[in-house]
């Protein structure tokens, strides 16, 4: 009897694993075609000034529009890009998209918002990168310090020497360099202080509880101080509620990005859904 119980589960097992595999084979296969295909997006979401805006840019997000399954979030299928490297090809549709739509909001009036967009590890680590920023800023005549490049801390921190090599050679030309996830790696302050970032992000993890975790609290007190010693912008990300909007513009944070501020929309919503200036 539990033998034959064993022997069912262990074919479940197998079936769902392979299930899962070959699910995962397709997606890697359709993902191959999406950018041809025409069926990435990208949505916007604000980053305003504490507490509550005006907007002083947005970050792209990627999404894809997949023809059976939906619209899917980058946690279904970034991973696999990177997995197969598709990524590379991928990222440079990203960075030209968004330097794209950078241009139409520049042009529509919206002068001195930037546009920042994230950069995956192995696009970071790929030579292609600095050249497809070139690019893409020449091709829709944007300053560089229009458009921010948001790199983990755990990316940015994995192989330091390479790191600053290519952070240097971009904050060279002028792109602004954001340490995405702060908080979540493991800087070593000498390894932070020589990285040329502009900006440093507050992981959402941190936020989430801050009105009744005193710890958080002073997680975000001690990396709003450490960003002042460095010169650097506070940005929080994943602001839900008033009460964290309040804490956090208290506890010294510049800017602010999350739900309460505005969600990640396609690019029409955005550029008529959220207070406008300069326009
Ligand atoms: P991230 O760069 O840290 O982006 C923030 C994520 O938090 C986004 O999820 C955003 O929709 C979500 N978010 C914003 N505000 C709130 C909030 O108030 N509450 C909650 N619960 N979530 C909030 P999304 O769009 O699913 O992206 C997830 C991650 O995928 C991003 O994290 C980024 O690491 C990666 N990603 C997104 N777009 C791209 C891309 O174009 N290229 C690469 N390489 N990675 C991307
Ligand atoms: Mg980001
Ligand atoms: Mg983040
Ligand atoms: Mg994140």
Redesign the pocket.
């Known amino acids: 009897h539990s033998k034959a119980l064993g022997r069912n589960c262990y074919c479940f097992f197998e079936d769902s694993m392979n299930a899962n595999v070959r699910e995962q084979l397709e997606l890697i296969q359709d993902l191959r075609e999406s950018v041809d295909r025409q069926e990435l997006v ?2 916007y ?1 604000p980053k305003v000034v504490a507490p509550a805006g005006p907007v002083i840019g947005a ?5 894809w529009q997949h023809p059976t399954r939906g619209l899917l ?3 279904k299928f ?1 991973h696999l ?2 997995k197969s490297g598709l ?1 590379v090809p ?2 440079e549709w ?1 960075l030209n998209e ?1 330097c794209r739509q950078a241009r139409v909001w520049r042009d529509a009036g919206w002068r001195d918002w930037t546009m ?5 590890s192995l ?1 970071f680590s790929n030579a292609g990168l600095i050249p497809s920023v070139r690019t893409a800023l020449a091709r829709h005549e944007l300053p560089p310090d229009a458009l921010v490049l ?1 790199i ?1 801390e755990m990316t940015a921190m994995r192989n330091v020497d390479d790191s600053r090599t290519v952070l240097e050679e971009l904050t060279a030309m002028g792109v602004r360099i954001s340490i ?2 702060f908080g979540t790696g493991y800087s070593s302050l000498l390894h932070l202080k020589r990285l040329p970032a502009t900006e440093l ?1 507050i ?2 993890g941190f ?2 509880d801050l009105e009744h975790d005193s710890e958080d609290a002073a997680i975000v007190s001690a990396i709003v101080a450490l960003g002042r010693t460095l010169n650097l912008t506070i940005v929080a ?4 509620t008033n009460a964290q909007q309040t804490l956090l513009t208290r506890l010294g944070c510049s800017f602010l ?8 929309v396609p690019a029409e919503d955005f550029a008529h859904g959220t207070p406008t200036q300069g326009a």
């Open positions: 990208l949505h979401q970050e792209a997000l990627l999404r979030l980058p946690d970034i890009a990177e990524i991928i990222g990203v968004a920042a967009v994230n950069v995956s696009q948001e983990t995405d996830d992000k992981d959402r936020v989430r990300e994943g602001v839900e990005q999350g739900f309460l501020l505005g969600h990640p």
